[in-house]
């Protein structure tokens, strides 16, 4: 006698085991600094999407803002840490400068 499986295809048994969700997103900001957030299922991946879609659009004005400005050995020279400060702060980063400028 033949023992028969109940799937005539294998791939539809290895679907039914239904593997845990788990992606990590990962984000570079403007500072260098790599985020990775784990999400455990779709609504948290969307939901990661839509914070780093917010992240993403912040980091690209702070870098226009920054690229008007000369950079030299890493560093802004010392003449333009005013004019930074106030630009950052007119577009609502004025906390994001302590961290650029020291």
Known sequence: MIDMTQYNNFAASK??????????????DFLGKQHN???????KLKEANEFLKMFKTESVKINSILSEYPVVMGKFPKKYHSE???ELASAGFGSVSNFLIK
């Open 15 to 28: 679907m039914s085991n239904n593997p845990k969700f788990e992606v990590i997103v990962s984000f570079t």
């Open 37 to 43: 957030i784990v999400c455990k299922s779709r609504p």
């Open 84 to 86: 930074i400060k106030k």
